[in-house]
């Protein structure tokens, strides 16, 4: 199957986006979890099962902070060249945003290196963003700055979320953006507010929203995670998956697929000591 798509400023982009956290090694987990990701994914072509496996379903833009991350760059020029198939980066670089001259010769100079690594799209970092945020004025300061930055490289400016005030800033003041990164599960998991604030924050969004963490970085089970997040968002909306494994891969697009088709997915039973269990359904 090919991914159901949407259009971000003209560009199609599959609604699921592959993250990174988890094969870079972020799992908001625990150190050892951290040390187990980074020991696993060690080199370009450990990170190919997984590409792979989503360019498959046609699943061809990946999210991070890509341009600072040198063996996330030679993973996907790895699966490019395996694959023959591009893959569209959405880059969250983290930029000085301090007010002066050397700063912003400082974040110029990043964001050019996003521009120079194939970005398409860049969305600064939540947490170079949110430094800029004046609740008293509504306004994020001097955004403008570096979404100009952006436009002057040659690449389609976003903002990257986690305090939701941003989404209803940009909006409110005509900011220079195309698109959101919003966390956003059934959880609540580093949301800042109910969420049923952000629920609707991002069904009125007047741009798409690209949300993340639906699994609650594996608080939640995927059917229920995927599902929660399928049935609250909009057409245009994404959701960005992360995945260690191939059949996670595999697992988390059928239960995607399942829930935007209106049907119960096809997936295998989780396994126990006794798996010939009532509770469990039918043996199978």
């Known amino acids: 199957m090919d991914f159901p798509r949407t259009l971000v400023a003209g560009v199609s982009l599959p609604r699921m986006l592959i993250g990174t956290n988890w094969m870079l090694g972020w799992s908001h987990t625990s150190a050892s979890a951290d040390r187990s990701i980074k020991e696993r994914f060690a080199k370009p072509e450990d990170f190919f099962p997984v590409l792979?496996?989503?360019l498959e379903y046609g699943i061809d833009a990946v999210m991070g902070p890509i341009a600072n991350e040198p063996l996330m760059r030679d993973a996907i020029e790895y699966a490019r060249q395996k694959t023959g198939k591009d893959l569209i980066i959405i880059d969250t670089p983290i930029i000085n945003v301090s007010d002066s001259t050397e700063?912003?010769?400082?974040?110029?100079?990043v964001i050019r290196k996003c521009a120079a690594g194939g970005a398409v799209?860049?969305?600064?970092?939540?947490?170079?963003?949110?430094?800029?945020v004046n609740k008293n004025k509504a306004s994020i300061e001097r955004i403008g700055d570096y979404t100009a930055m952006i436009r002057d490289a040659g690449m389609i400016p976003g903002l990257s979320a986690h305090m939701p005030e941003l989404v209803v800033y940009s909006d409110s003041n005509g900011y220079d953006v195309e698109t959101y990164i919003q966390i956003y599960n059934c959880a609540g998991f580093l949301m800042q507010v109910e969420v049923e604030a952000v629920a609707a924050i991002i069904n009125s969004a007047k741009k798409p929203v690209m949300t993340i963490k639906p699994m609650a970085a594996g608080r939640?089970?995927?059917?229920?995670?995927?599902?929660?997040?399928?049935?609250t968002i909009r057409d245009c909306d994404m959701i960005t998956v992360g995945c260690t494994a191939v059949d996670?891969?595999?697992?988390?697009?059928e239960i995607s697929a399942a829930a935007l088709e209106g049907r119960f997915p096809d997936l295998e039973r989780r396994s126990s000591p006794n798996n010939n269990q009532a509770a469990f359904g039918k043996s199978q």
């Open 121 to 132: 799209f860049c969305l600064p970092h939540h947490s170079s963003v949110e430094q800029l």
């Open 220 to 231: 939640v089970t995927p059917y229920v995670g995927l599902n929660f997040s399928w049935s």
């Open 248 to 253: 996670e891969v595999h697992e988390d697009v």
């Open 103 to 109: 700063a912003r010769r400082e974040a110029e100079a």
């Open 52 to 54: 792979s496996a989503f």
